[in-house]
């Protein structure tokens, strides 16, 4: 079974500071992972996603996220906060086959402070 | 022109009542989910369609009927309200499988009084 760990509920960070949000997945398969942005009333947004191929990948919104297999991670980080990045940011595995289900994280609320 | 999208955006109704949420998506896209997101935000998987066949279908009360009259559309009907039912309700859509990305509505905010 598939599953995903997201450390630290909630990340406080000033304006123009590092972003860092972690993620830790369990997969007895290659995993697809994702990350998704939702702000308040809203319903999700992908900010970016891994397959295949380069383990570094960029996403919207300057976001950009590395999968380390042996980490079992994939971390998403921004270089520099703007106050308008924060939102609840959700990392999700899949395993890719043919249901194609998403397995969520439990989501970490960024808050960004000027 | 929006991608998925869902309506009502608010439902507000009494336990025990029949309410139903629709959703429609202009992707093009041959698969449809329905997830629950609770008032943690933990979202988790209801209901998948591909070409309105079910093909995913969680531990969820059987009072939650899906319906998927034709690829672009998936219904979710709900019988007999509880209190525990009140959520936030998310469609989503994806084209195949293959790890594709999944696109979200908006969702419906359900509360039960």
């Known amino acids: 079974a598939q599953s995903v760990t997201q450390l630290g509920s909630h990340v406080s960070v000033s304006e123009g500071a590092l972003v860092l949000l972690r993620c830790n997945y369990s997969s007895s398969v290659p995993p697809y992972l994702f990350w998704y942005v939702q702000y308040p009333n809203q319903g999700l947004q992908l900010l970016l996603k891994?397959?295949?191929?380069?383990?570094l990948v960029k996403g919207i919104n300057g976001f950009e996220a590395e999968f380390k297999k042996s980490e079992t991670s994939f971390h998403l980080t921004k270089p520099s906060a703007h106050m308008s990045d924060a939102a609840e940011y959700f990392c999700?595995?899949?395993?890719?086959?043919?249901?194609?289900?998403?397995?969520f994280g439990a989501g970490t609320r960024l808050a960004v402070h000027p | 022109d929006t991608a998925v999208s869902q309506t009502p955006k608010y439902l507000v109704t009494q336990m025990g009542n029949d309410k139903s949420i629709k959703c429609e998506q202009n992707?093009?896209?041959?698969?449809m989910y329905w997830y629950k997101q609770d008032s943690k935000k933990f979202l988790k998987i209801m209901f998948s369609?591909?070409?309105?066949?079910?093909?995913i279908n969680e531990t969820v009360p059987n009072r939650f009927s899906p319906k998927s009259p034709d690829k672009a559309h998936l219904n979710l009907h709900i019988n007999s309200l509880e209190l525990g039912d009140s959520a936030v309700y998310f469609c989503a859509s994806s084209q195949g499988s293959g790890g594709q990305p999944q696109h979200f509505g908006d969702g419906t905010r359900l509360s039960i009084l």
């Open positions: 369609y591909n070409n309105k066949e079910l093909i």
């Open positions: 999700a595995v899949t395993n890719g086959g043919g249901y194609n289900k998403l397995i």
């Open positions: 992707l093009g896209h041959d698969t």
């Open positions: 891994y397959t295949t191929g380069a383990t």
